[in-house]
């Protein structure tokens, strides 16, 4: 069984940064692609950032592009979302997901999710 556990988050002034965790359990880690997603009350869980299996190629959305940076460190089984320039449309729960296939950009493409870490940007 994997689990996926995201940490970072919080309450932060528009501007600001943050830097979102999340730890994977599992030792076929460095094997699978990962993503981000956010989901803001009301709307539907949309695609942030994934990274494959190396590190080496990554893709954002474009509300992101330019802010945020999606990493890995697979040594501990890790991946990370560095968000800077923080705007308060992006307030939302952040999940980590892992990818099985299929297009980056939907949520069907991955099979085992975190429990989410909230970020609230203020105005």
């Known amino acids: 069984q994997v689990q996926l556990v995201e940490s970072g988050g919080g309450l932060v002034q528009a501007g600001g940064s943050l830097r979102l965790s999340c730890a994977a359990s599992g030792r076929t880690f460095s094997n699978y692609a990962m993503g981000w997603f956010r989901q803001a009350p009301g709307k539907e869980r949309e695609f942030v950032a994934a990274?494959?299996?190396?590190?080496?190629?990554?893709y954002l959305a474009d509300s992101v592009k330019g802010r945020f940076t999606i990493s890995r460190g697979n040594a501990k089984n890790t991946v990370y979302l560095q968000m800077n320039s923080l705007k308060p449309e992006d307030t939302a729960v952040y999940y980590c997901a892992r990818y099985r296939g299929g297009s980056y950009y939907v949520t069907l493409s991955y099979d085992y999710w975190g429990q989410g870490t909230q970020v609230t940007v203020s105005s």
């Open positions: 990274i494959n299996w190396s590190g080496e190629s990554t």
